[in-house]
């Protein structure tokens, strides 16, 4: 252990710059809180114009709506967002189908496809001239104090030997989070038996703007339409499936997998060719008992990581961020600890519901379509035709999905 530095003091420090990270900074921008992020990547993340990056993730009109308000979704905008207005969810065991358009449930977007790199950059431009905010950028937490009192600061080492102090630390660093282990958060965690591989490609047909999905025995594929200054041929490719499968398409040459993938999505846009490097990330499901404790809280993926077939994790994440920043706001108007128990509750309360509840869904949505019971195949199939014939539903999930509806008290 390196001998720390002279210790900085600051009210909030959040670890984790990543898209939460920096939508909590961009949050607080307007306060008198002194604020630190600290960043373990040496650099901002890479982006051209000219191709997609691989990881890309669906925002929901709330979300879109919180990047706009942090000043972040006009610069997300100039680089590439796309929206899309409808989705095609299939089961590839059986024969039902389920169509979603916006303009049925009266919305003009379903929701936005976005590089997770677009919308960083966005965010990192928003924070730029942030006064009250100190960067510690490629250098990683390592240590974590516990506070001297229920209302006491915690303090912070850095791996550069930097010491920081804040009433409040933030760890917003992503699914392994290291503030989440250094303080003991106890955690329930389900394997789901999945990785999903991704990467893009362009398809002989268009995407027209619409999300598809083909539910399959042994995973999901989705198709996800991006747009390359025009042109509708794109997708971003989310493959989930058995760590075994997810290996053996990784390993296939170009040829091989571009077949296998066509012949997954039943050909439904053509010849596909891919046009990215393909990636492999393990996929587990994992939440956090408790979101806080005196002196701390946890965020977005360093609380919560979720089954990607819904798309719903950083969405989940920016509600936290949103949910967290108002609690931040009013407890420093208060004139209140911002570390105390009290304060941080108000947060955890807010937020843990509606998380387990996403998390219970997809779970269940994972079940559903990874057995081949007889009986349970009909029904899902029949279930999807009645949510197919009845617009009702449709609006509800619409609603639902768009974050356009609380999903729980
Ligand atoms: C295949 C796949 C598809 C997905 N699709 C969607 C989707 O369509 N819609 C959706 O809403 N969500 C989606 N998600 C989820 C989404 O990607 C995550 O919820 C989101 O990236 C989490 O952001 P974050 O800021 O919490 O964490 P991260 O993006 O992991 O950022 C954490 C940051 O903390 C930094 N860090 C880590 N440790 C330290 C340390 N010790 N010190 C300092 N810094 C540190 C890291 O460098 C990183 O920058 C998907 C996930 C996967 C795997």
Redesign the pocket.
């Known amino acids: 252990m390196q001998q720390p530095k002279a210790t900085k003091s600051y009210d909030v420090v959040i670890?984790?710059?990543?898209?939460?990270?920096l939508a909590l900074a961009a949050g607080l921008a307007a306060t008198n809180l002194k604020l630190a992020l600290?960043?373990?990547?040496e650099q901002p993340p890479n982006w051209q114009a000219s191709i997609f990056n691989t990881?890309?993730?669906?925002?929901s009109e709330t979300s879109r709506q919180l990047l706009e308000s942090l000043g972040a979704w006009s610069a997300m905008e100039k680089r590439r967002v796309n929206p899309y207005q409808g989705m095609h969810v299939w089961d590839g065991e059986g024969t039902a189908e389920v169509a979603f358009d916006a303009a049925e449930a009266g919305v003009s977007n379903l929701g936005y496809l976005v590089e997770?790199a677009v919308t960083q950059l966005g965010l990192l431009e928003a924070v730029a001239n942030q006064a009250n905010l100190d960067w510690y950028q490629g250098?990683?937490?390592?240590e974590l104090s516990e506070p001297a009192s229920a209302q006491g600061k915690r303090s912070l080492v850095l791996n550069d030997g930097r010491c920081l102090e804040a009433a409040l630390i933030v760890g917003?660093?992503?699914?392994n989070?290291?503030i989440r282990q250094l303080a003991n958060f106890k955690t329930r965690e389900w394997n789901y038996g999945h990785h999903?591989l991704?990467t893009s490609v362009r398809m002989e047909k268009s995407h027209g703007n619409t999300a598809w999905q083909n539910f399959t025995e042994k995973g999901v594929l989705a198709f996800l339409p991006l747009n390359l200054e025009g042109d509708n041929h794109w997708c971003s490719i989310?493959w989930s499936t058995h760590p075994e499968q997810a290996a053996e398409l990784l390993a296939l040459d170009e040829q091989a997998f571009n077949q296998q993938l066509a012949q997954a999505f039943e050909g439904r846009l053509g010849k596909v060719e891919l046009s990215q490097t393909r990636q492999v990330?393990p996929?587990r499901q994992r939440h956090a008992i408790d979101y806080v404790k005196p002196g701390l809280a946890l965020?977005?993926?360093?609380a919560h990581?979720i089954h990607?077939l819904a798309?719903?994790?950083?969405?989940l994440?920016f509600a936290d961020t949103a949910v967290l920043t108002q609690v931040i706001k009013q407890a420093a108007a208060d004139n209140k600890p911002l570390g105390s128990l009290m304060v941080l509750n108000t947060y955890q309360r807010q937020r843990k519901p509606d998380n387990l509840a996403m998390m219970a869904l997809m779970e269940s949505f994972k079940r559903l379509f990874a057995t081949q019971k007889l009986p349970v195949l009909l029904l899902r199939n029949l279930g999807m035709k009645l949510v197919n014939a009845n617009p009702w539903i449709k609006r509800q999930l619409i609603a639902q999905a768009l974050g356009l509806r609380p999903l729980a008290k």
């Open positions: 670890v984790g710059g990543g898209m939460a990270g600290v960043e373990a990547a990881r890309v993730s669906a925002l997770n250098v990683e937490a390592t917003a660093d992503g699914a989070s290291k999903a991704v989310v990330v996929l965020i977005a993926d360093a990581t990607p798309g719903q994790g950083i969405n994440g």
